[in-house]
């Protein structure tokens, strides 16, 4: 078999093929790493024995399955249910601030038991993550409180004069949600507290991307063992029922927490098809993925649906460094952002 080292795509072919994709597909291909594209296109090259891009621009110019094989494959999809679970019981504080309800008050178990950690991480990463809590960083921590002060309508909220994004709703995008695990991490969050406290708001939740096979599975909501390496029990034992299988069990989803989602199939580089303001986004581990040229031009999609005074939540190996626009950083372990027009500190 050829590998992907082997393989030589020059400037003019490059551009040739993400030409001929964009028109294929109607895509942004040219938002993202050259790097990043390069390695899929010489991976379908491999897949359809295709032994340089000439050969592969006209297989994908006769072949109208390569081209949904090829976006299907394009999505950023390596992901599980509560990963990260800091940054979830960070999500988890922040709403429970917002109410002053108690943590002690609520039962939610979102630190999953230490051995299933060890399964996929070394015994010393898991020690030192198991030791971790999702803390509220001292200076914003009032700004937590602002921020969700909507949620219990208090005199407070009409002091600071906040707009959310929906009366009494809490609106939330979920960006790119690839297969579907973090939105429905977040609804299980969001429903555990719900059935718990009488107070708790509605909410929405939006979930885009781009590739259809992986929407397709997201709402289908059937998961292998590997999506649930980081679940806690309390999570998988609440919201999941189990399918035999011939090769052992599969992981179905709630129904109910299934209808809290609107799954969307979108290129979010041109745009976002609802008409929603946020006050939650999840954009987590996508910007990696663009290059320095279009990034801003995203970001800017993504600063201009949040409303005034919400999070936007990056993936921990992500940063617009101190802030980004109106973007302020306010957590920097769980690469939390405020959009503020205001000096923060």
């Not at 011939?246 to 745009?271: A, L, Q």
Request: aromatic share 12%.
């Amino acid at each position: 078999m050829k590998l992907i080292e082997s393989i030589h795509i020059d400037n003019f072919s490059y551009r040739r093929l993400i030409k001929l994709l964009k028109i294929k597909t109607g895509l942004n291909f040219e938002y993202y790493n050259k790097h990043f594209i390069e390695k899929r296109i010489k991976s379908r090259m491999i897949r359809v024995n295709c032994d340089d891009p000439e050969d592969y621009l006209k297989h994908i110019s006769s072949q109208k399955e390569e081209i949904k094989n090829f976006v299907d494959g394009f999505t950023i999809n390596y992901t599980f249910f509560i990963r990260d679970y800091d940054v979830f019981e960070t999500l988890q504080d922040i709403l429970l601030h917002g109410l002053n309800v108690s943590k002690k008050d609520v039962d939610s178990d979102i630190k999953p038991d230490p051995s299933k950690l060890a399964n996929f991480r070394t015994k010393a990463n898991a020690a030192k993550n198991l030791k971790k809590k999702a803390h509220l960083i001292s200076k914003p921590e009032k700004y937590y409180i602002d921020i969700f002060i909507f949620l219990n309508q208090l005199a407070f909220y009409k002091k600071l004069k906040l707009v959310p994004s929906e009366k009494n709703s809490i609106n939330i995008w979920s960006c790119p949600c690839a297969t579907g695990e973090e939105p429905y991490s977040i609804a299980m969050i969001m429903d555990n507290l719900k059935t718990q406290v009488p107070r708790f708001p509605k909410y929405r939740i939006v979930a885009s991307d781009i590739a259809h096979e992986a929407i397709e599975k997201a709402k289908i909501g059937i998961y292998t063992n590997d999506a649930m390496k980081e679940i806690s029990d309390y999570y998988e034992n609440k919201y999941f029922t189990k399918q035999k299988t011939n090769f052992g069990h599969n992981n179905s989803i709630s129904e109910r927490i299934k209808s809290n989602i609107d799954f969307v199939e979108e290129d979010v580089t041109k745009g976002h098809n609802r008409p929603y303001k946020y006050d939650i986004i999840f954009c987590r581990y996508l910007l990696i993925y663009f290059n320095r040229e279009n990034r801003p031009k995203f970001l800017k999609i993504i600063e201009n649906r949040l409303v005034e005074n919400g999070i936007l939540i990056l993936g921990k190996t992500e940063t617009l460094f101190d802030s980004w626009g109106s973007l302020k950083l306010i957590d920097s372990r769980n690469r939390i952002y405020i959009k503020s027009h205001s000096k923060i500190y």
